[in-house]
C-alpha cells in the first residue's frame, strides 16, 4: 500500500508504503518512504517507544542532525527516547525505517538500548561493511521484496542475539498495553523484584529508567490523539495527566514544542498510514491521503 503524506500547506512531502503483512519478527515494524520534496527545514523527529533503524536506499542521503549539532549520513540507528531536538534534511532521500521494540533491539543491532543512550549513530558504526551491502541489495527491488529481505535479515540476527530477561519484558509489554499509565512499584511487586532490582535491571536492557520509559509511552499515545485533531484538555484526562499544564510539560520535554505544535508535526501525521496495523488511536484528518496502487515500486526512485 503507498500514500501521499503532506506538509501544513498540503503539498505533498512523502510517498508511504507500508507491508502487506504484519512482520514475522515481533517487535519489528518495517515502512518505506520516498521524498517528493521535503522542506528544506527538514522535518523534527519525534521521541517514540523504540529504536529506530533507518536504512538508506541511496537516492539521496538522509542527513539527521542531533541534539549537539553533529550530522549523520546515511543508513543510522537513533536510540529510544531521542530528544525533540533532533531533525532530518536532505533531498530526493529514498529509505526503510524499521521501529525496533528494545526488547529485540539488542538482540537484532548487536548492542544494547541503553548503549546507544537515546542518541544517534551510523549503521556502518555498528555493522561495519554489512550495512552498506545491505542497501545495495535493497536498491532495484520492490518495496514490499524490501521488507521482506530486511524481515529476513532482522530475524535472523534475532535469533542469533541474546534476549532480555523475560521480567524485563513482561514489565516493558505492561507497560505499553496500559499506554504509559502503570506505577513502577506495582510491576516490581507483581514480579516479586524489590524497586531497586527492577530499576536496575530495566534500565539496562531496555535503555530507560522504568518511569521513564512510562512517560515515554504515556506521551506518545497523547501526542497521537493530538496529531488526531483531540483537544489537548481532553487528551490530558484520558492520558492519566494531573491536568493540561502537566500535558504541556511533558510534550514540550520530549518533542521541544507545545501540544499545539505537536499535532501538526508531519513525523506523526504519517503514521496512521506508514503502520496502520500498530493501533493509531484516530485518523490524522486532511494531513494524510490514503490511495491504494498495485504496483508498489515508487516511480522514477528505487
Known sequence: MRSNVRERDDAVAWDAASSVRRSRVPGVTMAGFRDLGMDPEGHRMIPHPAVT??????AGLPVVEDATGRRHR?????GIGLSGAVWVRGQNIACVQARLSPVVARAILGVGPAELDGCVVTLDDLWGRQASRISEQLGEVSWQDRFALIETLLGRRCEAGAPVEPEVAWAWHRMVVGRGRVRVESLAAELGWSRKRL??????????????????????????RLTAGHAAAGVAADGGYADQSHLHRDVMEFAGVTPAAVAHEPFLAVDDVAWPDQGTPDQPGAAVRRRANGDLRPSGAP
Not at 74 to 78: D, E, F, I, K
Open 53 to 58: 533503524l533507518v536504512l538508506d536506499l541511496g
Open 74 to 78: 546515511g543508513s543510522l540507528v537513533a
Open 199 to 224: 530499576w536496575s535491571r530495566f534500565h539496562a536492557q531496555i535503555g530507560l529508567p522504568p518511569k521513564r520509559a512510562a512517560k515515554l509511552v504515556r506521551f506518545d499515545h497523547a501526542a497521537h
